[in-house]
């Protein structure tokens, strides 16, 4: 296969994906939000002012950082936004 063949092919196959994305978007923004009942949300008093006590455990045993290093990604289509978090954060490969 040829330079020009292989770039192409290569344009076709990326504007395939973004319009694949885009429909992916679509869906998600079209669909409705069911609330997590597990996530933590700060109560505040009328005048919009929150408070809450943080405690910070221990590593586990074998980790030495007290924290999570999260890798996301964000792409905007059509003014609105997709935010994921990228599956490096779990130590597998990133498609992206």
Not at 23 to 37: C, I, P, W
Not at 44 to 57: E, M, P
Request: proline share 5%; with cysteine.
């Amino acid at each position: 296969m040829d330079f020009k063949q292989l770039k192409k092919q290569s344009k076709s196959g990326i504007g395939a994906l973004t319009e694949k994305l885009l429909k992916e978007a679509e869906k998600l923004n079209s669909g409705s939000y069911a609330e997590n009942l597990n996530e933590f949300k700060l109560e505040t008093d009328k005048a919009g002012n929150g408070r809450a006590i943080l405690r910070f455990l221990p590593a586990p045993a074998g980790e030495e950082a007290p924290f999570v290093r999260l890798y996301n990604h964000g792409f905007q289509v059509n003014g609105k936004w997709l935010i994921e978090n990228c599956p490096t954060t779990i130590g597998e490969t990133c498609p992206v």
